[in-house]
Antibody, heavy 123, light 106 residues
Framework: EVQLVESGGGLVQPGGSLRLSCAAS????????MDWVRQAPGKGLEWVGR??????????EYGASVRARFTISRDDSKNSLYLQMNSLKIEDTAVYFC??????????????WGQGTMVTVSS | AIQVTQSPSSLSASVGDRVTITCRAS??????LGWYQQKPGKAPTLLIS???SLQSGVPSRFSGSGSGTDFTLTISSLQPEDFATYYC?????????FGGGTKVEI
């Protein structure tokens, strides 16, 4: 069964740091781009960033609101994706989803989503 | 960054209705757009990629069309399980951007 399971969420003070993890199973992890998407309470979806696949040398891309504060990494030997969040702001409060990207015909499809992990930034 | 404007932000409909949701990109994105459904408290699920390619297992009452800047998601005959929030996502260029969402209510 293809599955993504996030962990590491919790309560953190403004300016603090947190590391999220995503454990993948049921597919060849290195063949896929892996993304993070977040959703603030009662709000819409926001793309956070991407770790590209092995063929593309695991390069990363980020959304403007998190660039320079967040870092995405992966360990293919552990089938795991990570999101290191530094200098956290109140507006980073959200559910964070780990997402598998498939690319049929060169078009991205966010075809597998984790259940999400909640991050609350508050003093 | 490419802005994606989704409309309407919400709509009321009845079972059996034909429903249309629109996304407009701030610049041409070819057919690099997908549609996602999200139910309360759940992760989104993929409906359509590449503007019109129906994901395996998604009912045929869902269809997508468009290219360039204007895209449409159509539900031909709304079913009770379709009441949810729908999002479009452009994957033409980084940063990827979602539309603001459309909540489909009874």
């Amino acid at each position: 069964e293809v599955q993504l399971v996030e962990s590491g969420g919790g309560l953190v003070q403004p300016g603090g740091s947190l590391r999220l993890s995503c454990a993948a199973s049921g597919f060849t992890f290195s063949d896929h781009h892996m993304d993070w998407v977040r959703q603030a309470p009662g709000k819409g979806l926001e793309w956070v960033g991407r770790s590209k696949d092995k063929i593309r040398s695991y390069t990363t891309e980020y959304g403007a609101s998190v660039r320079a504060r967040f870092t995405i990494s992966r360990d293919d030997s552990k089938n795991s994706l990570y999101l290191q969040m530094n200098s956290l702001k109140i507006e980073d409060t959200a559910v964070y989803f780990c997402v598998r990207v498939s690319s049929p015909g060169g078009h991205d499809a966010f075809d597998v989503w984790g259940q999400g992990t909640m991050v609350t930034v508050s003093s | 960054a490419i802005q994606v404007t989704q409309s309407p932000s919400s709509l009321s409909a009845s079972v059996g209705d034909r429903v249309t949701i629109t996304c407009r990109a701030s610049q041409g994105i070819g057919n690099d757009l997908g549609w996602y459904q999200q139910k309360p408290g759940k992760a989104p699920t993929l409906l359509i990629s590449a503007a019109s390619s129906l994901q395996s297992g998604v009912p045929s009452r869902f269809s997508g069309s468009g290219s360039g800047t204007d895209f449409t998601l159509t539900i031909s005959s709304l079913q009770p399980e379709d009441f949810a929030t729908y999002y479009c996502l452009q994957d033409y260029t980084y940063p990827l951007t979602f539309g603001g969402g459309t909540k489909v209510e009874i």
